[in-house]
């Protein structure tokens, strides 16, 4: 079986995790069409600020149809304890694309009907705060064949 493309899109947001510590509304993930993120409610630092990042893990830059991958999201900025993100996976045509599978406390999906997408954030459990970094561990099942290439977006805070 041939694997599809993904592309990551990333973006820090140096900001303290606070107006909505249970994951922020969805379309906030610098994704297309909007490209909304963060910045919107947490404006205290300019977008790109900061000397931290962003790492996305576990997947490959292939996916297959209907396999399970291990995604994970880890950041980190020195002097901070509160974290959050959000992230999406699109299609060419900025629809859904593939099916995530939250396996702990720590993040949440929101569940929309395609092809409206869906959005991974932290919980409240999720802003761990206190800790030196973020880390969030979730799966993500590839697409149905013919989806074509797939775009994770993803900001962090």
Same mark, same amino acid.
């Given at each position: 079986?041939?694997?599809?493309?993904?592309?990551?899109?990333?973006?820090?947001?140096?900001?303290?995790?606070?107006?909505?510590?249970?994951?922020?509304?969805?379309?906030?993930? *610098? *994704?297309?069409?909007?490209? *909304?993120?963060?910045?919107?409610?947490?404006?205290?630092?300019?977008?790109?600020?900061?000397?931290?990042?962003?790492?996305?893990?576990?997947? *490959?830059?292939?996916?297959?149809?209907?396999?399970?991958?291990?995604?994970?999201?880890?950041?980190?900025?020195?002097?901070?304890?509160?974290?959050?993100?959000?992230?999406?996976?699109?299609?060419?045509?900025?629809?859904?694309?593939?099916?995530?599978?939250?396996?702990?406390?720590?993040?949440?999906?929101?569940?929309? +009907?395609?092809?409206?997408?869906?959005?991974?954030?932290?919980?409240?459990?999720?802003?761990?705060?206190?800790?030196?970094?973020?880390?969030?561990?979730?799966?993500?099942?590839?697409?149905?064949?013919? +989806?074509?290439?797939? +775009?994770?977006?993803?900001?962090?805070?």
């Amino acid at each position: 079986m041939r694997g599809c493309e993904i592309t990551l899109a990333l973006l820090l947001l140096p900001a303290l995790v606070l107006a909505f510590p249970g994951g922020g509304p969805d379309g906030y993930a *610098n *994704n297309p069409p909007n490209l *909304n993120s963060c910045i919107a409610c947490h404006d205290s630092y300019p977008l790109n600020g900061g000397l931290g990042g962003v790492i996305i893990g576990g997947i *490959n830059t292939r996916y297959f149809p209907g396999e399970l991958s291990e995604i994970y999201v880890v950041m980190g900025d020195a002097g901070f304890d509160h974290w959050g993100f959000q992230l999406t996976a699109l299609d060419a045509d900025n629809n859904s694309a593939g099916i995530f599978v939250m396996p702990d406390e720590f993040s949440s999906v929101s569940e929309n +009907t395609p092809p409206e997408p869906d959005y991974v954030n932290q919980t409240e459990a999720g802003v761990l705060e206190g800790d030196d970094f973020g880390r969030w561990y979730f799966e993500w099942i590839g697409p149905p064949p013919g +989806t074509g290439p797939v +775009t994770l977006y993803v900001v962090g805070m």
